[in-house]
């Protein structure tokens, strides 16, 4: 099983970051739809036990819930995404709904990055929404969320498409939990052993 992005879609969306390219063994890990009570601790107390940083790409409705976890998360060192408030579908919305859904979300999580749920956006949502944020994709996508896989198999996805500045996606949701702890402490400990590094973004990484 491999359902990784096809390069070929990578130029349709110029100004996009896929992957970061630089110097040196690194690997971004990425996290989507959060912070979850239960679920979101577990994540931060495995990448301290590795030393390991990484990006939450949480939605401005579990912020709202659930504020003294997202600040946890930036008080542990990690950096912080706005994937919307209410997790729209870019396709199914327009442009303006689309943008103000975002727009609620950045009061809440003040963060130069922005990351659309499913990974759709219409061009004209994407031209609206570059002026504010840097819009970062990613190169690995896990799929922890499907109850079909096993974190076997998640994590055999995720060794056999990771290479340095890949962004991988992870979901620290209850859908996710059954393979997500699993995968990233393969994933942390297979890379760790090799070499790799595991910093958050950074404004100056990407476009």
Same mark, same amino acid.
């Given at each position: 099983?491999?359902?990784?992005?096809? /390069?070929?879609?990578?130029?349709?969306?110029?100004?996009?970051?896929?992957?970061?390219?630089?110097? #040196? !063994?690194?690997?971004?890990?990425?996290?989507?739809?959060?912070?979850? %009570?239960?679920?979101? +601790?577990?994540?931060?107390?495995?990448?301290?036990? &590795?030393?390991? =940083?990484?990006?939450?790409?949480?939605?401005?409705?579990?912020?709202? *819930?659930?504020?003294?976890?997202?600040? !946890?998360?930036?008080?542990?060192?990690?950096?912080? #995404?706005?994937? $919307?408030? $209410?997790?729209?579908?870019?396709?199914?919305?327009?442009?303006? *709904?689309?943008?103000?859904? @975002?727009? *609620?979300?950045?009061?809440?999580?003040?963060?130069?990055?922005?990351?659309?749920?499913?990974?759709?956006?219409?061009?004209?949502? &994407? !031209?609206?929404?570059?002026?504010?944020? =840097?819009?970062?994709?990613? =190169?690995?996508?896990?799929?922890?969320?499907?109850? +079909?896989?096993?974190? +076997?198999?998640?994590?055999?996805?995720?060794?056999?498409?990771? *290479?340095? #500045?890949?962004?991988? @996606?992870?979901?620290?949701?209850?859908? /996710? =939990?059954?393979?997500?702890?699993?995968?990233?402490?393969?994933?942390?400990?297979?890379?760790?052993?090799? #070499?790799? /590094?595991? %910093? /958050?973004?950074? %404004?100056?990484? @990407?476009?």
């Amino acid at each position: 099983m491999n359902r990784q992005i096809p /390069a070929f879609i990578h130029s349709l969306f110029p100004g996009i970051t896929w992957r970061i390219p630089g110097p #040196g !063994k690194k690997i971004y890990l990425t996290f989507d739809d959060g912070p979850t %009570p239960g679920i979101t +601790e577990e994540v931060l107390s495995l990448l301290e036990e &590795f030393n390991a =940083s990484a990006t939450f790409f949480c939605t401005g409705k579990q912020v709202q *819930k659930h504020p003294d976890l997202f600040l !946890k998360i930036r008080e542990k060192g990690h950096a912080v #995404g706005n994937h $919307s408030f $209410s997790h729209p579908d870019g396709f199914r919305s327009s442009p303006k *709904k689309y943008v103000a859904d @975002v727009l *609620k979300a950045a009061e809440l999580i003040q963060s130069p990055f922005f990351r659309p749920p499913y990974g759709r956006m219409r061009p004209g949502q &994407f !031209k609206m929404l570059r002026r504010e944020f =840097s819009v970062i994709m990613w =190169s690995v996508m896990a799929y922890d969320f499907n109850p +079909e896989n096993t974190p +076997e198999d998640c994590f055999r996805l995720v060794r056999q498409n990771c *290479k340095p #500045g890949s962004i991988i @996606v992870f979901h620290d949701t209850k859908q /996710a =939990s059954g393979n997500l702890f699993d995968t990233l402490r393969l994933t942390l400990a297979h890379f760790t052993a090799r #070499g790799y /590094a595991f %910093p /958050a973004l950074l %404004p100056g990484l @990407v476009s």
